[in-house]
């Protein structure tokens, strides 16, 4: 039984598109994440969050002369301790042809359980191709938790100029207590990874969801930047109306960010709960959906001017 597939559209030579579907998931695979990458060589990689023993895979879709694509696992996570597990959003490459992507659990932080037993907390990792073939996996960073690190990192991951890395977590940060994954403590953080020597990265929180003074919570989606450095997000819950927001976060002169918040949803037929993040067009309006909300409740597309 198919559970889900990578489909190729493309325009016809009048009005319309043709559709292509390149491959479709097995059971072993159940379904697939949303939003395949594609190098310049029309290789397709796509996450796949129950693949392989259940942690989670990673596949690629390599394309034939014939116009077919042959499926190959390029790895399988492995889970806590020495591994993420469920890689629930989409990858992004770098110029060198490397994978980066986030895990909802694994890692090797323990206090994130389900039924009494550690799980992580989740993990960024990356993928590196190696010359011969194959992939070797490097897990960048550990999810630890509340109160001092987010945790269940949902969203994919965003490059800036200087190739530091930038995410979300829907959980963590400074609320304390200690609940059963998935419902892990705290209301999520956006974090930044940078690249220090030996291979090692170092994680800053920019920026730690709090519900107070309107703030939004349980960001679902990923961030984007303006031209000016700033970044710009949602939060599927919190708001002055408790259905989530869209943040902006400015970097200081003197270090820091400081978070501004540009709209509340769920007043009158308004959206509510946008899981997914924001597309930025050259002048600057932001453009999303919601999950819930408008006139019949099924959900909206929205966009925010400056």
């Known amino acids: 039984m198919a559970t889900g597939s990578v489909f190729e559209l493309t325009r016809g030579t009048g009005v ?78 770098d110029a060198a042809g490397n994978l980066y992507g986030t895990t909802e659990t694994g890692g090797s ?59 979300t977590t829907s959980a963590g940060g400074p609320k304390l207590g200690k609940v059963e994954a998935p419902e892990a403590p705290g209301d999520g953080i956006v974090f930044e990874l940078s690249p220090a020597a030996g291979g090692l990265w170092n994680e800053t929180i920019i920026h730690e969801f709090t519900q107070s003074n309107g703030d939004g919570t349980k960001p679902q989606g990923g961030v984007v930047f303006d031209t000016q450095g700033n970044l710009y997000g949602t ?27 540009l709209h509340s949803f769920g007043s009158g037929s308004d959206g509510q709960a946008p899981y997914s993040g924001l597309i930025r067009d050259g002048s600057g309006n932001l453009f999303g959906t919601t999950y819930r909300g408008g006139t019949a409740n099924f959900g909206t597309v929205f966009e925010v001017t400056p």
């Open 109 to 167: 932080s323990g206090y994130c359980t389900s039924g009494g037993k550690p799980i992580g907390c989740g993990a960024v990792f990356e993928l590196q191709p190696v010359t011969g073939g194959g992939w070797k996996e490097i897990v960048l960073h550990s999810f630890m938790g509340s109160p001092n690190d987010g945790a269940t990192p949902t969203a994919p991951l965003m490059f800036d100029a200087a190739g530091n890395l930038y995410g």
């Open 16 to 93: 319309g598109w043709q559709e292509e579907t390149l491959i479709n998931f097995h059971s072993a695979f159940y379904s697939a994440a949303p939003g395949p990458v594609v190098d310049s060589s029309g290789h397709v990689f796509q996450t796949v969050p129950e693949g392989g023993g259940g942690h989670g895979a990673v596949v690629e879709l390599t394309p034939q002369s014939d116009g077919k694509y042959i499926e190959t696992t390029i790895y399988t996570f492995a889970g806590y301790p020495n591994d993420g597990a469920l890689p629930g959003a989409a990858l992004i490459m």
């Open 235 to 261: 939060t599927s819950n919190g708001g002055a109306f408790t259905y989530g927001t869209v943040y902006e976060l400015s970097p200081s002169s003197g270090g820091g960010w400081t978070e501004s918040l």
